[in-house]
Nanobody, 119 residues
Framework: QVQLAESGGGSVQPGGSLRLSCGTSAPDIGFYDMAWYRQAPGKQREMVAT???????NYADSVKGRFTISRDSANKMLYLQMNSLKPEDTATYFC?????????????WGRGTQVSVSS
């Protein structure tokens, strides 16, 4: 069982920045595809950014050029730097880890951290 814990959320004005962090209990974060998802009130959870085991990075079109995902394998951390925040970025942000071991896929979620962007 891998535990994930997000932090760094808060309230900011449009145009502001936040850096989200996700700590993991995984023995080696490199064995997991990592991702940030978000869920706004009344909406479905959506992918924000992914960081694969091969260090391939993808972003949702809505955050390209504004958000940066990064991984610190030594400290078993995942980050999401969010710049030029917009009101539509308001959501609960979740960290996800997915690993495949002995042919079986395991997916883990954190409890989320709240981000609110408003003037």
């Amino acid at each position: 069982q891998v535990q994930l814990a997000e932090s760094g959320g808060g309230s900011v004005q449009p145009g502001g920045s936040l850096r989200l962090s996700c700590g993991t209990s995984a023995p080696d974060i490199g064995f997991y595809d990592m991702a940030w998802y978000r869920q706004a009130p009344g909406k479905q959870r959506e992918m924000v950014a992914t960081f694969s085991t091969l260090s391939i990075i993808n972003y949702a079109d809505s955050v390209k050029g504004r958000f940066t995902i990064s991984r610190d394998s030594a400290n078993k951390m995942l980050y999401l730097q969010m710049n030029s925040l917009k009101p539509e970025d308001t959501a609960t942000y979740f960290c996800q880890a997915t690993g495949i071991f002995y042919g079986k896929e395991y997916t883990y979620w954190g409890r989320g951290t709240q981000v609110s962007v408003s003037s």
